[in-house]
């Protein structure tokens, strides 16, 4: 059984760094994408982050600069965010894709099939 279990979430100021955690368990797969979301009231769910299976990474435009996504291992994914914003505040998910038959770049992943319960991260001026 798959599961994702999101850490690392707070309430910090303008300017602060929060740094997510991911612990993803019971997947296999050699080619594949993991992703964060986030979620805000009224508002669609967005990517924010994005790392596929040969390492390369995607990043939403507003988190240029700001936001890192990095994997430990195959059992962890990271996303720091750094010069946090208050429109950076929502749920932030991580999810991984189903297993891809071959390679899938992160700019381009889809179908995440397994996700976690989430994590909020809230941002004050």
């Known amino acids: 059984q798959v599961q994702l279990v999101e850490s690392g979430g707070g309430s910090v100021q303008a300017g602060g760094t929060l740094r997510l955690s991911c612990l993803v368990s019971g997947y296999s797969a050699t080619h594949y994408c993991m992703g964060w979301f986030r979620q805000t009231p009224g508002k669609e769910r967005e990517r924010v982050a994005a790392v596929d299976s040969g390492g390369e990474t995607w990043i939403v435009d507003s988190g240029w600069g700001r936001f890192s996504i990095s994997p430990r291992d195959k059992n962890f994914v990271d996303l720091e965010m750094n010069d946090l914003r208050p429109e950076d505040t929502g749920m932030y998910y991580c999810?991984?894709?189903?297993?891809?038959?071959?390679?899938?770049?992160?700019?381009?992943?889809?179908?995440?099939?397994?996700w976690g319960q989430g994590t909020q991260v809230t941002v004050s001026s």
């Open positions: 999810a991984v894709t189903r297993p891809y038959v071959s390679y899938v770049h992160a700019g381009v992943c889809s179908e995440f099939e397994y």
